[in-house]
């Protein structure tokens, strides 16, 4: 499903959403055909082979979905100075929400008469580019059992978040930080370029998206009484630092290994293979700058 008509901005629209919802996406997009091209693609290799053919006719191109389509998208324009934009239809959407794009349409009009681009760092996790947050425990488990979930959406998410929270079983890591190795079990591994993982939850409210450096959050294990206490302060962006809870900060590169293959990379479940090698590019994505982007 394309429509190209020789504007100068693309919508992708995620494959993944079901057809109901890319039909609904669609015909939403064509109020506005002639402010956008937009285009759905049937498998990955289809989406790849006509944004690398395609992409020098645009100078913005959209993902209309949550992070894992803003990600896809982002891999073929690192570094090629052509610009990320985000219409947040997704599940999560903490890449479009740290970047204050809305569901708006006519927002993201608005944003990009507003003319203005801004520079965010690239994670490399064994060489994947990761444009938000990436890691092992908890959230790449939730990551997981929500991809086999055939009903998307926040309510399918939370239902998710509870069955990996009382079932969690704590994942031995080693990694050396600043110098500092630390050998230990946690229930969590993160490293991000923003603060939240989506729907609002703040899980590394010290990150900046732009400053190259890593951010790592550390949830070791904690009594599952604490648990409704832990997520409410993820969600309502008041997680601090304690003896269940360590923040870092390098910008040197990290090495973990585990023994544990399920991370998740920008909310999409992957399988990696120890060890695990964490990188930063500074500034290598440029992203539309909207009106509610707090970094600029």
Request: glycine share 8%; charged share 25%; aromatic share 10%.
């Given at each position: 499903?394309?429509?190209?008509?020789?504007?100068?901005?693309?919508?992708?629209?995620?494959?993944?959403?079901?057809?109901?919802?890319?039909?609904?996406?669609?015909?939403?997009?064509?109020?506005?055909?002639?402010?956008?091209?937009?285009?759905?693609?049937?498998d990955v290799e289809e989406f790849r082979s006509f944004i690398k053919a395609s992409r020098d006719?645009?100078?913005?191109?959209?993902?209309?979905?949550?992070?894992?389509?803003?990600?896809?998208?982002?891999?073929?324009?690192?570094?090629?100075?052509?610009?990320?934009?985000?219409?947040?239809?997704g599940s999560g959407n903490g890449f479009a929400r740290e970047m204050g794009f809305r569901k708006?349409?006519?927002?993201?009009?608005?944003?990009?008469?507003?003319?203005?681009?801004?520079?965010?760092?690239v994670l490399y996790i064994n060489g994947i580019p990761c444009i938000n947050a990436a890691g092992?425990?908890?959230?790449?488990?939730?990551?997981?059992?929500?991809?086999?979930?055939?009903?998307?959406?926040?309510?399918?998410?939370?239902?998710?978040?509870?069955?990996?929270?009382?079932?969690?079983?704590?994942?031995?890591?080693?990694?050396?930080?600043?110098?500092?190795?630390?050998?230990?079990?946690?229930?969590?591994?993160?490293?991000?370029?923003?603060?939240?993982?989506?729907?609002?939850?703040?899980?590394?409210?010290?990150?900046?998206?732009?400053?190259?450096?890593?951010?790592?959050?550390?949830?070791?294990?904690?009594?599952?009484?604490?648990?409704?206490?832990?997520?409410?302060?993820?969600?309502?962006?008041?997680?601090?630092?304690?003896?269940?809870?360590?923040?870092?900060?390098?910008?040197?590169?990290?090495?973990?290994?585990?023994?544990?293959?399920?991370?998740?990379?920008?909310?999409?479940?992957?399988?990696?293979?120890?060890?695990?090698?964490?990188?930063?590019?500074?500034?290598?994505?440029?992203?539309?700058?909207?009106?509610?982007?707090?970094?600029?």
């Amino acid at each position: 499903m394309k429509s190209v008509k020789n504007n100068n901005t693309l919508i992708i629209i995620n494959p993944k959403a079901g057809r109901k919802r890319i039909i609904e996406v669609s015909e939403r997009i064509a109020k506005f055909s002639n402010h956008f091209d937009y285009a759905v693609f049937d498998d990955v290799e289809e989406f790849r082979s006509f944004i690398k053919a395609s992409r020098d006719k645009y100078e913005i191109l959209v993902a209309a979905g949550g992070d894992g389509t803003a990600n896809s998208l982002a891999k073929e324009l690192i570094g090629t100075g052509k610009t990320l934009a985000v219409l947040p239809v997704g599940s999560g959407n903490g890449f479009a929400r740290e970047m204050g794009f809305r569901k708006s349409i006519r927002k993201l009009i608005s944003d990009i008469r507003y003319g203005k681009t801004f520079c965010t760092d690239v994670l490399y996790i064994n060489g994947i580019p990761c444009i938000n947050a990436a890691g092992t425990g908890i959230d790449s488990f939730v990551a997981h059992d929500f991809s086999n979930l055939t009903k998307r959406g926040f309510w399918s998410y939370v239902l998710a978040c509870f069955r990996v929270i009382f079932a969690i079983k704590p994942v031995h890591i080693k990694v050396t930080i600043n110098n500092k190795t630390l050998d230990e079990k946690v229930f969590m591994f993160s490293v991000t370029n923003t603060r939240q993982f989506g729907n609002h939850a703040i899980i590394a409210p010290y990150a900046i998206p732009n400053d190259g450096r890593l951010n790592i959050v550390i949830a070791r294990p904690f009594p599952k009484i604490l648990m409704p206490l832990f997520a409410i302060r993820l969600l309502t962006g008041t997680l601090k630092e304690s003896k269940y809870i360590s923040y870092y900060e390098t910008d040197q590169p990290v090495i973990i290994d585990t023994p544990e293959k399920k991370f998740h990379i920008d909310g999409e479940p992957v399988l990696l293979e120890s060890p695990v090698n964490i990188t930063i590019r500074k500034n290598g994505l440029k992203v539309l700058a909207t009106g509610r982007n707090k970094w600029i």
